[in-house]
Nanobody, 125 residues
Framework: VQLQASGGGVVQAGDSLRLSCAAS????????MGWFRQTLGREREFVAR????????LYADSVKGRFTISRDNANNTMYLQMNSLKPEDTAVYYC???????????????????WGQGTLVTVSS
């Protein structure tokens, strides 16, 4: 299964963007999918994740109330609606998936075993 992230771009502070992560492959049945982001010189950080079948979301405190994660099971696609964007949201955004249950909150890179290539979001002030 391959993950393809898209939807990044250059926007101004206060604007919105919607990222998509499309999965391709014969069988796609993840347990959890998530979004992470990374800026130059920093570690990849958790943004949000969603349980694929229940739809239960979890957000990083830095994006809570501004970002919404969702999924379209029928089309094997996950979304990240980003509103009220701030310059500090500038980063490469990665989508990830795992089909394994670990009992964790799925907030760490090590919780995921399938990653997309990333899409750049730039927010100017």
């Amino acid at each position: 299964v391959q993950l393809q992230a898209s939807g990044g771009g250059v926007v101004q502070a206060g604007d919105s963007l919607r990222l998509s992560c499309a999965a391709s492959g014969r069988t796609f049945s993840p347990y959890v999918m998530g979004w992470f982001r990374q800026t130059l010189g920093r570690e990849r950080e958790f943004v949000a994740r969603i349980a694929w079948y229940s739809g239960t979301p979890l957000y990083a405190d830095s994006v809570k109330g501004r970002f919404t994660i969702s999924r379209d099971n029928a089309n094997n696609t996950m979304y990240l609606q980003m509103n009220s964007l701030k310059p500090e949201d500038t980063a490469v955004y990665y989508c990830a998936a795992t089909k394994y249950y670990s009992g964790s909150l799925y907030m760490y890179e090590s919780d995921y075993d399938n990653w997309g290539q990333g899409t750049l979001v730039t927010v100017s002030s």
